[in-house]
């Protein structure tokens, strides 16, 4: 699983670039979990001990208020994630060095030999972070809850061209979950690619129509994955705009029955 959503701080940027543009990889699966960050040190540590701080970026900055108000000489420094924060934190504390400490979960302490110095120091309440599961093959079947995650690249940087975007999923009446930019990395300034998660699933014939018709006007889309939406129950609007969707498509095939041969 890797974080994709936080909602203190949004996007999860060095995951979304890494399935955008290192990766050929699909959403399996995603779940949203409550986030409570700890500070982590070697038993008998104390605040006024550490010097430095380890932790994935999005962490810290989740916590920076609480890190500049309470620590703020430590150095920072970053992790691959909070669980190798910990680790490392366990690792060199026993081989001797003092003043380190993680960011990380509580359960993270008794996994790595650590003790709790400071609870739930996030700079705001209901912390929230959405994972997801990635794999290298398989769409998973739809369940009729699901979301379709899509990267859409624009032909070029002119007026109106995010509107008519959205205006595909407007008009089918789809739901997007997220929308952000993120640079293309190949252009200059103001060359920027969107970043959708819809409701629906590519088994489905909205959400199908919808990427047909982006990539034929749009300069590249890149299917990220339709996978379980997390929670119980699908979007009654949703299953609504299906069920008209439906009724026009026989509409327009009964229509057709009437052509002369």
Known sequence: FVPIENSIEGTVNFTQDALIFDYELLIQREVVLDIEHCLLAAAGTTLSDISVVLSIPVATAQCSAWLRDTLPNA??????STADAARSVGER??????????????????????????????????NQTR????????????????????????????????????????????????????????GGLGDYCFIIYADGHVGDELMADVLRDLHTKQGGVKFLGSYPAAGDQAHTAREHADARWQDADDWVAHLRTQIRD
Do not use: C, M, W
């Not at 993270?108 to 400071?118: D, H, K, Q, R, T």
């Open 75 to 80: 150095d920072v420094q970053a992790a691959n």
């Open 131 to 186: 994972f997801v599961l990635v794999s290298q093959h398989g769409i998973p079947q739809p369940t009729g809850h699901d979301k379709t995650g899509i990267v859409v690249f624009q032909r070029a940087d002119e007026p109106g061209s995010l509107i008519s975007i959205l205006q595909e999923f407007a008009a089918r009446r789809i739901n997007l979950s997220l929308l952000s930019s993120r640079p293309t990395k190949a």
């Open 93 to 126: 504390s026993v081989a001797g060095e003092k003043g380190l400490a993680a960011l990380a979960p509580a359960n993270a302490a008794e996994l790595y030999g650590l003790a709790v110095v400071a609870r739930d120091i996030a700079d705001h309440a209901g």
